[in-house]
Antibody
Framework: QVQLVQSGAEVKKPGSSVKVSCKAS????????ISWVRQAPGQGLEWMGR????????NYAQKFQGRVTITADKSTSTAYMELSSLRSEDTAVYYC??????????WGQGTLVTVSS | QSALTQPRSVSGSPGQSVTISCTGT?????????VSWYQQHPGKAPKLMIY???KRPSGVPDRFSGSKSGNTASLTISGLQAEDEADYYC??????????FGGGTKLTVL
């Protein structure tokens, strides 16, 4: 049974960075793409980027290019999403999801990141 | 990369059918048969309901179906039930290993 368990809620100051983790269990971690999606309060889902752990190659949505870094540690089956230069508009729940084929099949529970001075 | 266009809300009575549209471009919805749909209840993570335009994961009732014509994909829910009340999001592969979501549709079961 595939499970994605994310790190806990974070409160950050504007201008700082946040790093959210996503630990996978069940199945072969390296073989599947991990995507990151965020959802601002009362808003829709927004795809941020993805990584293929076996290759270590990441792709990002144009909107986040230069500000987001997605990495993966195969030894611990954990993916990470780091967002820098945080602003209040980055306050959101951040989800990781395992991609199978071309769909986000399994989702983490979400991590609330609050950006506030 | 613009979000796919969905109606903000739809509604239906128990037992009825509703259809949610998702309009994109030839660079996403129209260019690939990789449209998926997600159901999200308040405070919960999204759940995959449809993938590859019209396929259902195991465990998803056959009341849920998907289709696509040109740049518009659709999700149809037949035999509406109270528990179907949720937000629904479409998502499409958009080339270069990127994805784009729709803005979401709130389904109200009257």
């Amino acid at each position: 049974q595939v499970q994605l368990v994310q790190s806990g809620a974070e409160v950050k100051k504007p201008g700082s960075s946040v790093k959210v983790s996503c630990k996978a269990s069940g199945g072969t971690f390296s073989s599947y793409t991990i995507s990151w999606v965020r959802q601002a309060p009362g808003q829709g889902l927004e795809w941020m980027g993805r990584i293929i752990p076996i290759l270590g190659i990441a792709n990002y949505a144009q909107k986040f290019q230069g500000r987001v870094t997605i990495t993966a540690d195969k030894s611990t089956s954990t993916a990470y999403m780091e967002l820098s230069s945080l602003r209040s508009e980055d306050t959101a729940v951040y989800y990781c999801a395992r991609v199978e084929g071309w769909e986000l099949r399994y989702w983490g529970q979400g991590t609330l990141v609050t950006v506030s001075s | 990369q613009s979000a796919l266009t969905q109606p903000r809300s739809v509604s239906g009575s128990p037992g009825q059918s509703v259809t949610i549209s998702c309009t994109g471009t030839s660079s996403d919805v129209g260019g690939y048969n990789y449209v998926s749909w997600y159901q999200q209840h308040p405070g919960k993570a999204p759940k995959l309901m449809i993938y590859d335009v019209s396929k259902r994961p195991s465990g998803v009732p056959d009341r849920f179906s998907g289709s696509k014509s040109g740049n518009t994909a659709s999700l149809t829910i037949s035999g509406l039930q109270a528990e179907d009340e949720a937000d629904y999001y479409c998502c499409s592969y958009a080339g270069s290993y990127t994805f784009v979501f729709g803005g979401g549709t709130k389904l109200t079961v009257l």
